[in-house]
């Protein structure tokens, strides 16, 4: 077994995500303490570029497998060229991105491999040799240290935690091609449809202004909306708000939504709920409106406004307005 640390690069229509750069970030220092290097697996179809971008990252080795059949993402496509390059390979840790393509790959993965799989990790080191991975357990409010037995150890990684590291324009890596495995195929992915247009995935922004049941209704959503496009950021929800049908699932933040890391989180007319609490109390800063002064959102808010949100947002939105045209 080797002493490497692969990163799984996921990319969509030729573009990386974000998580990738992240991920090689910390598998270059993983990869230092255990004296390897950090390699990257690229899947997909039509990857020009690519390799040398994730070579910028740290990656001194870039798999590629370029198939048609692995243009969009497929379970049993990318498990099964994955599984293969990973047996060859013998790296030490595989590290997979905590996005959507990853929550269904890294375990499928693991458990092809047949090792154990720390899942969501938003810190890892090495310890006595081996990977040790924290993870937030009970919906944020603790943290395991998790320690694997089987090899390779595998986690996947919470995007936006980890930062990324700055990019080496000079740095370059070897490019091996590998074999893509789609005999086996069974389902096959024919359409993708995006969030409606301009709209930013709440997955992987960078600000989100989130509303609750505190909004009141669909039009509630307005002032939420128009502060989150002064601030390009994404619009996120509670679930009451979504139940209610005021927006859409795909908005959702929390333990049944989606795990949000932004470097700001404004929630208007959300209590803090744990379940919503599990899905973004990780972001960098916080700032809570509420009218209630009680509300535990206040608890893990960095800044908070008690308030109505009608007459807050607008007038954040103005002084934001402001100190942006500055
Ligand atoms: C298994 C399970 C999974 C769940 N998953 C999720 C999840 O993924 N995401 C999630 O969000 N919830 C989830 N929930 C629901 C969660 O428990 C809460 O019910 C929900 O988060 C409450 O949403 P809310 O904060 O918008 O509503 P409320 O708790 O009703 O809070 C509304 C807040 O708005 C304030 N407010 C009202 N009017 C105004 C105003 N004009 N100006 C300012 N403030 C105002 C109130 O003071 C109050 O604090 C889950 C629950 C369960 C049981």
Redesign the pocket.
């Known amino acids: 077994m080797a002493n490497n640390v692969l990163v799984i690069a996921e990319q969509r229509d030729g573009v990386l995500k974000k998580a990738a750069f992240e991920m090689l970030g910390v598998a270059s220092e993983l990869a230092a303490a255990l004296g390897g290097t950090a390699q990257a697996a690229l899947l997909g179809h039509g990857l020009t570029g690519l390799p040398e971008t994730l070579a910028q990252y740290g990656a001194t080795t870039v798999y590629v497998a370029d198939d048609e059949g692995l243009d969009r993402y497929s379970a049993e496509g990318y498990t099964d060229t994955l599984a293969d390059l990973v047996g060859k390979a013998e790296p030490a840790i595989v590290l997979v991105g905590a996005t959507a393509m990853g929550k269904d790959l890294g375990p499928r993965l693991a458990a092809r491999l047949g090792v154990g799989l720390a899942s969501d990790c938003t810190a890892l080191e090495i310890e006595d040799g081996r990977l040790l991975a924290t993870r937030p357990i009970f919906a944020g409010k603790a943290l395991a240290k998790v320690k694997l037995n089987a090899d390779p150890q595998m986690a996947t990684v919470r995007p936006n935690v980890l930062a990324a590291p700055e990019p080496d324009a000079g740095a370059t890596a070897t490019v091996e091609p590998v074999a893509a495995l789609t005999d086996n195929v069974r389902a096959t992915v024919v359409d993708i449809v995006g969030a409606g247009e301009g709209e930013i995935d709440v997955a992987e922004a960078e600000i989100i202004v989130s509303g ?3 909004v ?1 209704g669909p039009e509630g959503f307005a002032p939420v909306s128009s502060l989150a496009k002064t601030l390009g950021a994404a619009v996120g929800a ?4 979504v139940d209610a049908g005021w927006i859409e699932h795909s908005h ?6 989606k795990t949000v890391t932004p470097n700001l989180y404004v929630a208007c ?5 744990i ?2 609490l599990a ?1 973004m109390k990780t972001s960098k800063v916080i700032v809570a ?4 002064p009680e ?1 535990p959102i206040f608890n893990v808010a960095n800044y908070g406004i008690v308030g ?3 007459e807050v947002v607008p007038l954040l939105e103005k002084e934001l307005q402001a100190l942006l045209a500055e």
Request: glycine residues 26%; without cysteine.
């Open positions: 609750g049941r505190g009141g509670s679930r009451a708000a959702q933040v929390g333990q049944t939504g007319g959300i209590s803090g709920a379940q919503h899905g409106v509420n009218k209630d509300a109505d949100l009608f």
